[in-house]
């Protein structure tokens, strides 16, 4: 579904990319994992073209992004939802406005068409009764539920996920954890998702890729990643300051 191939980017005179290289499959949830600073929200944007690469190559369902016009792109984009971390929800819209947006947007529906739409989106994620409601009257994991229902309004065949699960208690974490699997299985999307809580990921990835340095320094199943022996990618399992891996 995606496949990266030698990303270089640097923002400065520092390069966040050095060389990654990385394959999404098609119809799995892959978690991109690492510690913070290591670019993996910027990779995200570019994955989207939201932001350029300096070199290296970018394929969405074979095409190539990195040498994508505009026209071409936007038609790209249109692949892709996208839960932000704190749901970018507008403040000044309901509900029911907020899930709709998208449509009204993109799409020439009926106001019907657009409600059976929203309603369906909603129920997806476990929400009905909100309607009226706006983002201030909703708690932190209401609010991702709605901002999930809004990132799945134009039915995406790749959904992005910028670290769902942050700022959460551990119940509103399992329920953001089982929307993601829910809304991969129900729809056969393909995710992908930022993390660093090492329970979601164990309990939620078909794969991992922990990038590190500027690069994906391993890749594979969870079991792959219980059982290795890097240095780099036990200590970030584990927690712990002491190892390879520096805090600064």
Known sequence: MIKVENLYKK???????NGINLEIKKGAITYIIGPSGTGKSVLLKQLMGLIKPDKGHIYIDGA?????NKKQMLKIRYKFGMLFQNAALFDSLTVYENVAFPLREHRKLSEEETMEIVIEKL???GLSGVN???PSELSGGMRKRVGLARAIA???DIMMYDEPTTGLDPIM???VDDLIY??????NITSVVISHDIPSVLKNADYIGMLYNGRIIQYGTPDYFKETDN???RQFFSGSKDGPIKVF
């Open 182 to 187: 829910t809304t991969q299985k129900e729809l």
């Open 154 to 156: 134009l039915s995406p």
């Open 64 to 68: 190539d992004i990195t040498k994508a």
């Open 11 to 17: 923002f400065g005179s520092h390069y966040v990319h």
């Open 231 to 233: 240095p780099y990618v």
């Open 173 to 175: 974490t399992d329920v």
């Open 132 to 134: 009226d409601r706006y």
């Open 123 to 125: 129920k997806l994620v």
